[in-house]
């Protein structure tokens, strides 16, 4: 029994050991599909930049710890200035129509327009980098598109949805989409991703308490009830937790897997999405709905069919 026990674990070691990569992805799409739930449940009691301010200073605080137990160089002479720029992109602007987008329309909606971040990049990239569009991807973009209203109009139906909700997400996705494309070099260039993270969710944070105390006096921290821990407010610290998490296992997958194979994963936020709306806020999924995002999983799918590990 024990040798049985023993090559099991000796078998499943290897087995970790060779899918790292992927298993790191996969737990970071996991913090991805979970959070708009979570954006949800703390804006029934948190304004949206209140939220913000939360959840970007916890996730900040978490990253310059984690970087300094792992040494990592912070110096803006060895990382640059162009984290502060992304930092403005991803996560201020990102996070923001996020969140006013998630006071309108359901989570399954946001979820399902975050899965569709792969087939929106090359579109990114032609016009900034003047990048060639295969015809796979024009294919890959209308099923998703056709995958997403489904899901949106479905949505709208049952009542969970909002268009207007919904563009203001898709905005947020455009702004992704750019800071990935316009970063792209940028990060492969030997600066420590940890520590541009860190960066990125300083200026977050920055940004975030100076507009709550400076633009936006009137703040939903006046009230004393916040120390209840209320489900909202465990909610906002449970996303700071997550977005840690999330860009920690990412950055981790980012070294060990090829970046055009985890790409692959993305999709999987919105079936993931749709089953933690309904755990955590007890969202409707319908037929439709997981119908929809197994159009969308394969629109983005299909620009990903014969591409090179190396990209």
Request: aromatic share 14%; hydrophobic share 55%; glycine share 8%.
């Amino acid at each position: 029994m024990s040798i049985k026990v023993i090559t099991v674990a000796y078998y499943f070691m290897i087995f970790l050991k060779s899918n790292i990569g992927y298993i790191s992805m996969f737990i970071a799409v996991i913090g991805f599909g979970s959070g708009p739930p979570f954006v949800k449940l703390a804006l029934q009691e948190f304004y949206v930049m209140d939220l913000m301010a939360v959840r970007f200073s916890l996730a900040f605080v978490l990253m310059l710890i984690f970087a300094l137990l792992m040494r990592v160089d912070l110096s803006i002479k060895k990382i640059g200035l162009t984290p502060f720029l992304m930092g403005l992109l991803n996560p201020f602007l990102v996070t923001l129509s996020f969140h006013i987008g998630l006071l309108l329309t359901s989570p399954v909606s946001g979820v399902a327009l975050i899965s569709t971040l792969p087939i929106w990049q090359p579109f990114v990239a032609r016009v900034f980098l003047k990048e060639k569009i295969e015809i796979k991807v024009i294919i890959g973009a209308f099923i998703t598109i056709i995958g997403t209203l489904i899901l949106l109009s479905t949505q709208k139906k049952i009542g969970g949805g909002n268009y207007l909700g919904d563009f203001i997400i898709f905005l947020g996705m455009m702004c992704v989409s750019i800071n990935e494309v316009l970063g792209r070099r940028f990060m492969q260039t030997k600066v420590n991703q940890l520590g541009v993270n860190t960066f990125q969710y300083m200026i977050g944070a920055i940004l975030s308490i100076l507009i709550l105390f400076i633009v936006w006096p009137d703040s939903s921290f006046t009230y004393n009830n916040y120390l209840n821990f209320s489900p909202p407010v465990l909610a906002a610290i449970t996303l700071s937790f997550i977005t840690f998490g999330a860009y920690l296992f990412y950055n981790f997958a980012l070294r060990r897997a090829p970046i055009g194979r985890i790409s692959l994963m993305y999709p999987l936020t919105g079936p993931i999405g749709a089953t933690m709306s309904w755990i955590v806020l007890g969202s409707t999924i319908s037929i439709n709905i997981f119908i929809s995002l197994i159009i969308i999983l394969v629109g983005t799918i299909i620009p990903q069919i014969n591409k090179k590990a190396k990209d």
